[in-house]
């Protein structure tokens, strides 16, 4: 099982700010089968990013992914208000399917 | 265009089983993997298996091994999945999330689950 390790836990940063996520696999991932999601409270996850740099539909520019083998990173260009929520990384290469435990972005 | 309607909130004693559905609308209902995901209350997202709803088949997390049948009905487009011998553990939310070559684009709202005495 790949495991997923998200960091940091939280994230305190102001509005216009930029936010740099980090998702290190415990093993590689295949062919960067890498998916970012953002949720916000009693709400269900959102898809941002997938095969590890490509933007969902609908997504803003201000988000954008990168990374490939073990490490990726989610960069939120500038942080709009309703930026702030946690975000979780997820592996689709490997079964089972693993998410990291997520990163928290909070108002500063 | 694609939505997934679950069923609504139970609450079960422990040793209990539940039953949750999620309904598919807007898209060919067989042509698509479905997966089910757990949120325990303040907690991260769990992945516990998935079924491809034009054979039946399914695969399931070991954590969910033995506990866990996902099933499908074809002629209402409906998946479900059934957890068996509940324990407070269980008490989360859960998501059905269609799959699109592996990443999960759509979700359904959630269906909380209570396990409670």
């Known amino acids: 099982e790949i495991v997923l390790t998200q960091s940091p836990g939280t994230l305190s940063l102001s509005p216009g700010e930029r936010a740099t996520l980090s998702c290190r696999a415990s093993q590689s991932v295949t062919s960067s089968y890498l998916a970012w999601y953002q949720q916000k409270p009693g709400q269900a996850p959102r898809l941002l990013i997938y095969?590890?740099?490509s933007r969902a539909t609908g997504i803003p520019d201000r988000f954008s992914g990168s990374g490939s083998g073990t490490d990726f990173t989610l960069t939120i260009s500038r942080l709009e208000p309703e930026d702030f929520a946690v975000y979780y990384c997820?592996?689709?290469?490997?079964?089972?399917?693993?998410f990291g435990g997520g990163t928290r972005v909070e108002i500063k | 265009q694609v939505q997934l309607v679950q069923s609504g909130a139970e609450v079960k004693k422990p040793g209990a089983s539940v039953k949750v559905s999620c309904k598919a609308f807007?898209?060919?209902?067989?042509?698509?993997?479905m997966h089910w995901v757990r949120q325990a209350p303040g907690q991260g997202l769990e992945w516990m298996g998935i079924?491809?709803?034009?054979?039946?088949?399914?695969s399931y997390a070991q954590n969910f091994q033995g506990r866990v049948t996902m099933t499908r009905d074809t002629s209402t487009s409906t998946v479900y999945m059934e957890l068996s011998s509940l324990r407070s553990e269980d008490t989360a939310v859960y998501y059905c999330?269609?799959?699109?070559?592996?990443?999960?684009?759509?979700w359904g709202q959630g269906t909380l689950v209570t396990v409670s005495s």
């Open positions: 999330a269609r799959d699109s070559s592996g990443y999960f684009p759509y």
């Open positions: 079924i491809n709803p034009s054979g039946g088949s399914t």
């Open positions: 095969g590890a740099s």
């Open positions: 807007g898209y060919t209902f067989t042509s698509y993997y």
């Open positions: 997820q592996q689709y290469g490997s079964s089972p399917r693993t």
